[in-house]
């Protein structure tokens, strides 16, 4: 059963409230996390927490549990010149790093005017209900070294 500690191999679909699919390992590698170490949302841990090998889970994780809600502070309208040259690059949609003084923070450009661009350094999944389809495909107590490294090791895991 999965407890704090266990090395959890799992495969998983998510879709939004509106069924849209936002990520899956389907066809892919399945997904190797550390439970209980903050490796995947805390939502999440909580629903796998007790469930095991062939486990089918369904789960609905409220933003609070997942991503947070979004922060208006972290939308900013940006005077055109601070792109220089790169203006011409930019565009509704784009995603880039933006060099702030807490170092560099992933944004996407969300409107653009005349003379400003909108920038949004929320989480792209902030404010959103997940719908997790989960199975559980694999569970293993974690090493010693893994429960200090605080993730998975070998296959999935780091290779370091
Ligand atoms: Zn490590």
């Not at 369904?58 to 997942?66: D, G, H, M, Q, T």
């Not at 509704?92 to 450009?109: I, K, L, N, S, Y």
Request: charged letters at 25%.
């Amino acid at each position: 059963m999965i407890k704090q500690n266990s090395v959890v191999t799992m495969h998983y679909e998510l879709k939004d409230a509106e069924g849209e699919v936002l990520d899956s390992s389907k066809g892919q590698e399945p997904l190797v996390y550390l439970h209980g170490a903050g490796n995947i949302i805390v939502g999440l841990e909580e629903e796998l927490e007790g469930k095991a090998v062939g486990d089918n889970v369904n789960a609905v994780i409220s933003p609070e549990k997942a991503y947070g809600l979004p922060v208006e502070a972290l939308v900013q309208t940006v005077p055109k010149e601070a792109f220089g040259a790169e203006i011409d690059k930019v565009e509704v949609g784009m995603r880039f790093q933006a060099e702030t003084e807490q170092g560099p923070v992933p944004v996407v450009v969300t409107g653009m005017d005349e003379a400003t661009v909108t920038v949004d350094g929320n989480h792209p999944l902030a404010g959103k209900e997940l719908h997790f389809d989960v199975s559980i495909a694999e569970i293993r107590d974690a090493s010693q070294e893994e429960i200090d490294h605080g993730h998975v090791h070998g296959p999935g895991g780091h290779q370091h």
